[in-house]
């Protein structure tokens, strides 16, 4: 099992994601090479996939979409993602609670 990189860059918390779409439906998966895996049930079409995926995890961290951005890689499926609002500590636990 591979642990999750987190950067803290001001207050916000960086993750790296590698995204899965056209998924059956959109989830988070286990942590692979540093990076969380995540299944997005839209295509990668007219930034659908990145939509589903900032959607996502903000229902699965419980915060509003508008504190996550994606830093880099908004065409690419590794992306950077930026979360403010969250502590390291609440970010691991909320996504300890998915069983990744």
Do not use: F, Y
Not at 38 to 43: F, Q
Not at 87 to 96: A, P, R, S, V
């Amino acid at each position: 099992m591979s642990v999750l990189e987190v950067e803290q860059r001001g207050a916000a918390l960086r993750i790296r994601v590698r995204v899965k779409p056209r998924a059956s439906k959109s989830r988070i998966l286990p942590v692979r090479d540093g990076m969380l895996e995540i299944a997005i049930a839209a295509p990668p079409v007219d930034g659908e996939a990145n939509s589903e995926l900032i959607r996502t995890l903000a229902q699965t961290l419980g915060c509003a979409k508008t504190a996550i951005e994606i830093v880099t890689g908004a065409g690419s499926r590794s992306k950077l993602v930026a979360i403010v609002g969250l502590t390291l500590q609440e970010l691991l636990t909320k996504l300890d609670q998915t069983g990744t």
